[in-house]
């Protein structure tokens, strides 16, 4: 005779154990972002003419880096243990966003688009358990961080991301190198 599964209650164990993945993941990926926005700076934030730009990418890494600085609080007030991937993510945000970069604007606004088209349906997957199970504190943030990083996406759309130079490919690398990200680094 099979059971019934247990009701989700917050703070059983498999909840916090599952609250603690997705502060690790967000954390991380939070961390790559900010790399990525310090590598597309790097070629585009001394360039006269790349102004517009590089103002767009130092507002958006700002949102990023209160994220980040948020995803730090989390790890250190509820004991989470980062990942051990860190300096992989650092090496592999800034390589993105040069690479992106010297491929010109629309590719840089490509990498946005495509990474926060990952990023909003891992939050919404995120932000759904979260209710579930009660953890309304991490839920508000999340859904703020979340509108942040849709609001990235829509900018990069409207800065002509999809007409960027291979397109279709290059957002499809982008967003599988984010999946895969995500999948590591959950428990790693």
């Known amino acids: 005779m099979s059971r019934a599964p247990r009701p989700k209650m917050p703070g059983n164990v498999a ?3 599952r609250t603690e993945e997705m502060i690790r993941v967000d954390h991380a990926g939070e961390y790559g972002a900010v790399a990525i926005y310090e590598g597309q700076l790097a070629v585009f ?3 006269p003419s790349k102004t517009r730009i590089a103002n767009q990418l130092r507002h958006m890494a700002e949102d990023e880096q209160s994220h980040l600085d948020a995803f730090d609080d989390f790890i250190r007030t509820r004991g989470v243990r980062p990942t ?4 992989i993510w650092k090496v592999a945000g800034r390589t993105l966003g040069v690479a992106t970069a010297l491929m010109g604007e629309k590719a840089a606004h490509a990498c946005t688009e ?9 939050y919404n997957d995120q932000i759904a358990e979260l209710e579930a199970a009660g953890e309304d504190e991490l839920r508000t943030r999340f859904t703020q961080f979340r509108d942040e990083e849709v609001a990235h996406k829509h900018l990069a759309v409207e800065e002509g991301a999809k007409e960027a130079f291979g397109y279709p490919i290059l957002s499809r690398v982008i967003e599988a190198g984010c999946r895969a990200a995500i999948a590591v680094t959950t428990k790693v």
Do not use: C, F, Q, Y
């Open 114 to 122: 495509a990474v926060e088209t990952v990023i909003e349906g891992h």
């Open 84 to 87: 051990a991937l860190m300096p």
């Open 45 to 47: 934030g001394n360039i």
């Open 15 to 17: 909840d916090k154990r």
